[in-house]
T-cell receptor, first 106, second 117 residues
């Protein structure tokens, strides 16, 4: 079973700040997902990556396969970024991290 | 694109009732659909994987007679919680993918919050 650990568990930032969320896993994978879950429960898939770096708007995701580590960065954070961010890894099924609750204050 | 619609969004019902949750891919064909369960403050747990036209594959500890999954078409999968009890109260969420296996993007529904009284 792949152990997926996220840090921090909770994060509070002021609007405009740069935010980083980390994810590490224990077993080699084929791909890693970053998901965003809003208070109502709905989930949006932000990124799926297997190497390097991806960027979408103010979001950047990186992965280091050798170190079994990924980061999600939010630049110029905004209150609408407040959500739970979940890391999930592919081995033979998706294994999920516990999530990072991000609160961005205006 | 890649919209997944899940219905209903919330269900409150009495113990012993069976509840059906639908998951539809609106603008793509979903060869594979996944059903997850999430307890408060916990992460998602995969319940089962269904491929169109075949029986669902259930994760260890998930009762297949309790959680009936049907994936009759490339755009619809249903999860029926049979004879629901209060311990079945949870947040259920589906996702859909265009191919088989896990090595591809999954598109999630908005989830169904099930409360059994």
């Amino acid at each position: 079973k792949n152990e997926v650990e996220q840090s921090p568990q909770n994060l509070t930032a002021q609007e405009g700040e740069f935010i980083t969320i980390n994810c590490s896993y224990s077993v080699g994978i084929s791909a890693l997902h970053w998901l965003q879950q809003h208070p109502g429960g709905g989930i949006v898939s932000l990124f799926m990556l297997s190497s390097g770096k991806k960027k979408h708007g103010r979001l950047i995701a990186t992965i280091n396969i050798q170190e079994k580590h990924s980061s999600l960065h939010i630049t110029a954070s905004h209150p609408r970024d407040s959500a739970v961010y979940i890391c999930a890894v592919n081995d033979y099924k998706l294994s999920f991290g516990a999530g990072t609750t991000v609160t961005v204050r205006a | 694109g890649a919209v997944v619609s899940q219905h209903p969004s919330r269900v409150i019902c009495k113990s012993g009732t069976s509840v059906k949750i639908e998951c539809r891919s609106l603008d793509f064909q979903a060869t594979t659909m996944f059903w997850y369960r999430q307890f408060p403050k916990q992460s998602l747990m995969l319940m089962a994987t269904s491929n169109e036209g075949s029986k669902a594959t259930y994760e260890q500890g998930v009762e297949k007679d309790k959680f009936l999954i049907n994936h009759a078409s490339l755009t619809l999968s249903t999860l029926t919680v049979t004879s629901a009890h209060p311990e079945d109260s949870s947040f259920y969420i589906c996702s859909a993918a265009t191919g088989t296996g896990y090595n591809q993007p999954q598109h999630f529904g908005d989830g169904t919050r099930l409360s059994i009284l």
